[in-house]
């Protein structure tokens, strides 16, 4: 099972972003989105009109105390995985990660305590170059799932997108 | 030699995307990024902070007529490839995309003229999914470079994170 947790969100400044993680957590595979910092409807109803849409399964969930949310999470066997471009490189630590079926991805915020390190079984980078929360999940559950989740089904989803070489086709199911 | 253009930006609401999205497209081996919609100085200035940290080569430029631009990319034998969830599976068109050494990415906005999906040589989508243009320019720039660009180094960094089991190391150069 693969949860991810994105900390410290803000009420407007982030909610595009803390969007598109939820997103992307969801096209890539995790079964869940935790996020801390302030409760947001509107973020959530934006995730919960696409699961509607696309489908499932996938859910969301504000967690004020996110601390303590990892330490839990940790004591029911999910090994934490911190993305942060000070972490060691994703293509070194891959194949240790990959031997555990449950993980708990922490993604940041503009700050993330201290503490967050110190739990994390691995703090991983994807490059140690800026870039983004939304393109390191993406790339990390990538590796983790070797490419597979590309091809990943929803259930219950009422459309789905038939790809195409020009154009858009949607059909209804 | 691989370049990006972002449609249709907005001033505040698109403002943390678009840095996202330019921020990728440095880390994962683009050279330069174009965006239309409204000129924005605080995207500029943040995504030149950037490199002048953590260096080069990048660039990033304005440009309002920005379907003139990709028939211009496209005259001067760029292979045009648009991320769109509606294209056809990244998995199945990537080994043609990479037979070139010119392309010209673009990723959306919130909508997208339909005669982007005509100029473009690819309509590419990465899972049927919505997620987000950061992701999806992550994942194509992986695929297109065989995840050699997690390795990418840079010119003319003022600093270099030195990658850590744990905390943060920042070396200056």
């Known amino acids: 099972m693969i949860e991810v ?19 992307v957590a969801r096209a890539f595979g995790a079964s869940k989105m935790y996020y801390s910092g302030t409760k947001d409807k509107s973020l959530e109803e934006s995730v919960i009109k696409v699961i509607g849409k696309f489908g499932g399964p996938f859910s969301i969930e504000y967690e004020k105390k996110d601390i303590e949310l990892i330490k839990n999470k940790k004591l029911s066997g999910f090994k934490i995985v911190h993305l942060t471009m000070f972490g060691k490189l994703i293509q070194n630590r891959i194949n240790n990660i990959k031997r555990t079926k449950n993980i708990f991805i922490i993604v940041g915020g503009e700050k993330v305590e201290g503490e967050v390190y110190k739990l994390a079984d691995f703090n991983i980078a994807i490059t140690s170059q800026p870039h983004s929360e939304v393109s390191s999940l993406a790339i990390f559950l990538d590796r983790y799932f070797n490419g597979m989740e590309l091809d990943f089904k929803f259930s219950d989803a009422k459309v789905e997108i038939i790809p195409q070489d020009m154009g858009k086709l949607l059909k209804k199911i």
């Open 5 to 23: 947790l994105r900390l410290s969100h803000r009420l407007l400044r982030d909610q595009r972003i803390s969007t598109h993680v939820a997103l």
